[in-house]
């Protein structure tokens, strides 16, 4: 799968660039924080009425949930309408990755719950009942996160994309492994990898556009563009708007 969306190799003469007649709009990582999201699709909509007719493109880069307040909220807006005019392109996080895994094995609970977790239950009303053990509660909170998730917010979280690719960039949730071909990166490294990327100087064949790892302001490097700016807790969800070889940004 991952071949067929990468192709050939790109050539690294000259900077990257989007499709021809394509405009498209990068969002960092969103973490539970709907009000945010709300209002950077208002900026996005906006900016979009006025591409001339150009094809745009919305991409989410994961981590929808977990640490901020309105984990659901923010997976039911995504998971309905895109912003008007848009194609819409959601990735999978770690983050989701974790819930979905927590569904079917407790034991990863308590990673999960330390790691922000704890917010995505009391969203969708999830909980323990007074449950004498730890593993008694954990397993008291998985059987209620399976009864109160919505169906559609399932669906949506199971059908997410691990990468994608739009003429000299490629968007992914955390990174690439650096030694490794574009059409063989494992889910481990397009969901999780950190330091081994991020110090890397390596031409990866297209730019890399990136969130997992938190920045004050994006971070831009000849082969990739980090994007999350800790929207939790700082207030500030990015989105990095792509047209032909030009870069700007939209900011909440």
Known sequence: ?????????????????????????????????????????????QDAA???????????????????EDSAGVIDCLAGEPVKGCEQVCLMGNHEEM?????????IGSMWVSNGGDTTLLS???????EATAEQRMRGMQQSLREKLPPRHEH?????QLCHVEGGYVFVH?????????????????LWIREEFLQSDRDHGHCVVHGHTIYEQPEFRFNRIGIDTGAYFSGVLTCLVLEGDERRLLQT
């Open 1 to 45: 799968m991952l071949k067929s969306l990468f192709g050939r190799r790109k050539s690294s003469a000259g900077p990257p660039c989007t499709p021809d007649g394509t405009r498209i709009y990068a969002v960092g990582d969103i973490h539970g924080r709907l009000d945010l999201l709300t209002d950077l699709r208002a900026q996005i909509a």
């Open 50 to 68: 006025n591409a001339d007719g150009k094809r745009c493109v919305v991409v989410y880069l994961g981590d929808y949930i977990d640490r901020g």
């Open 99 to 107: 819930l979905l895994t927590f569904l079917d094995d407790v034991s």
């Open 124 to 130: 969708y009303g999830s909980g323990a009942k007074g």
């Open 156 to 160: 949506f979280m199971r059908t997410l």
């Open 174 to 190: 955390a990174g690439v492994a650096p030694k490794r071909p574009l059409e063989k990166q494992t889910s481990r490294d397009l």
